[in-house]
């Protein structure tokens, strides 16, 4: 899975990203246009699983973020269009939005629209999103009403009708995941890569004075409305105390965080909070060799994500044994856990749960 982060410049973006990466780039590589970085998603029931099968290598699930430092806002000079043009490109191909919100106040550190205002800044970089978006549209559908005028197509009919609703929507900026669509209506505009149509999770990135009052912060800075949002979430975070809090571990970690007054790790509820949206889950696979978080969709089912493990699993699936992750360590391991009549036998169409342990029993 991978997230694009986007927001204005100076709202904290690339702290975001080595945050979430724990990457350290190096001077040059931060001037780089578009960073990957990868992720290790954090679970604690993973690591209670390892302590159990003491396995030889213990894999963690990963997502993927993007750093994409163009986006400039629609007042973005000639020159600068056509590197737009390739930072939106790059977007397009994200599952999710990750908008970071500049919260902190720093006179050091002008704000590059002269003041504070979360609220400002989120319309300025959505409303750049719906122009992308509503520009495809009106070139998509010159080309069909070209084509319509040479013959009918009742295909291409849907699609423009399709396509007038979604404009309608953007005209009176109304993002697109906002709107509902049927299933064969998703399925016509998947294609189209729709920046204002995927998830967004809004992070708030405030200063080291509101650390302790995170959630006070997201209504002060007017966002709380946001979380009500179809396809939309809020995550407030103390952008600069989180980075340096990532340049440490464990306990001294702990501490420092304690100190600030923050409770949980920002980095595990931004991860966290992208899952929820995108509505992924985690099953495990254990044993000797290695132990494992897979993230899938919610709605997955076994066969399927035996075919995520290995298609060899998929093809010659016969049966999944399935048992909650607790379960297996309240156990000491399958054995226990079967004693304790904790594992249950369930075909290809059982739909996977969170935190579900599978062994795939399999043919060849
Ligand atoms: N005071 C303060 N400074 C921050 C915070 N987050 C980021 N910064 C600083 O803001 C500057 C811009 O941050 P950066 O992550 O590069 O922003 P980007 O332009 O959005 O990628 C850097 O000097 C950061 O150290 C914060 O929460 N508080
Ligand atoms: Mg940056």
């Given amino acids: 899975m991978r997230t694009g982060i986007i927001g204005l410049p100076r709202s904290g973006k690339t702290t975001l990203f080595r945050i979430l990466t724990r990457a350290h780039l190096e001077a040059a590589a931060a001037h780089a246009p578009v960073h990957i970085g ?8 993973l690591d ?4 159990i099968f003491r396995p030889r290598k213990v894999t963690h699930a990963q997502v993927e973020y993007v750093d994409v430092a163009g986006l400039t806002g629609p007042g973005a000079l000639a020159s600068e269009r056509s590197k737009q043009a390739i930072y939106l490109a790059e977007l397009r ?10 919260g902190f106040e720093d006179p050091a550190l002008p ?17 750049e999103l719906m122009v992308s978006d509503l520009d495809q549209i009106l070139r998509r559908s010159e080309r069909i009403e070209k084509d319509l005028k040479k013959r009918k197509d009742p295909e291409l009919e849907h699609e423009l009708a399709l ?28 294609s189209f890569q729709f920046l204002s149509r995927k ?6 990135n405030l200063g080291d004075e509101q650390a302790a009052e995170l959630n006070r912060a997201v209504v002060q800075h007017g966002l709380a409305a946001l979380a009500t949002r179809p396809g939309t979430a809020v995550v407030p975070v103390a952008g600069r105390i989180e980075a340096e809090l990532a340049e440490l571990e464990g306990a001294d970690a702990d501490e420092l965080r304690r100190s600030y007054g923050l409770e949980t790790s920002g980095r595990e509820r931004v991860i966290g909070a992208t899952y929820a949206l995108l509505g992924l889950i985690s099953f495990f696979t254990v044993g000797e060799v290695e132990c494992r978080a897979w993230t899938v969709r919610r709605g997955t089912t076994a066969l399927r994500a035996a075919g995520i493990v290995h298609s060899d699993l998929e093809r010659g699936f016969i049966r999944a044994e399935v048992a909650r992750w607790n379960d297996l360590v309240a156990g000491g391991g399958w054995a226990g856990a079967r004693e304790q009549g904790k594992v249950k036998l369930e075909g290809r169409e059982y739909v996977v749960e969170d935190g579900d342990v599978l062994h795939i029993r399999h043919s060849g």
């Fill in 38 to 45: 990868v992720a290790t998603v954090p679970d604690e029931r």
């Fill in 163 to 190: 396509l007038a609703r979604c404009r309608q929507a953007l005209e009176a900026e109304r993002p697109l995941r906002e709107l509902e669509f049927s299933a064969e209506e998703e399925k016509r505009l998947s």
């Fill in 93 to 102: 191909l994200v599952d999710a939005l990750l908008h970071v919100v500049r």
């Fill in 111 to 127: 704000h590059p629209r002269g003041s504070l205002d979360a609220r400002r800044d989120l319309q300025e970089i959505e409303l």
């Fill in 199 to 204: 998830p967004m999770l809004c992070v708030l």
């Fill in 48 to 51: 209670r699983l390892a302590e």
